[in-house]
Nanobody, 115 residues
Framework: QVQAVESGGGLVQPGGSLRLSCATS????????VGWYRQAPGKERELVAH???????TYSDSAKGRFTISKDNAKNTVYLQMNSLKPEDTAVYYC?????????WGQGTQVTVSS
């Protein structure tokens, strides 16, 4: 099973930026799709952004215009660049990997947006 390890979370002020990384244990070229999800306290986990092996991307309405998902094939890593962060972006962010016949999740990284 392909594994994912997230990093890059932290505390940032409103309006600030963070870049999250999702390092995969397998060649990212062989992974059909990778997504970033988040879960805030008391809320359900929700999709933030998604990228396919061909580079097609989708975003949630809350992420559009502020977040950018990208991947570095050489580093087997998917990134989530988050700009203009708001307090409501505070959550644990998870990376999800889709492979043929299975999915896997990373352990999550905490993002806190607060002054």
């Amino acid at each position: 099973q392909v594994q994912a390890v997230e990093s890059g979370g932290g505390l940032v002020q409103p309006g600030g930026s963070l870049r999250l990384s999702c390092a995969t244990s397998d060649s990212i070229n062989s992974i059909p799709a990778v997504g970033w999800y988040r879960q805030a306290p008391g809320k359900e986990r929700e999709l933030v952004a998604h990228i396919t092996s061909r580079g097609a991307t989708t975003y949630s309405d809350s992420a559009k215009g502020r977040f950018t998902i990208s991947k570095d094939n050489a580093k087997n890593t998917v990134y989530l660049q988050m700009n203009s962060l708001k307090p409501e972006d505070t959550a644990v962010y998870y990376c999800k990997i889709w492979t043929i016949g299975s999915t896997s999740w990373g352990q999550g990284t905490q993002v806190t947006v607060s002054s």
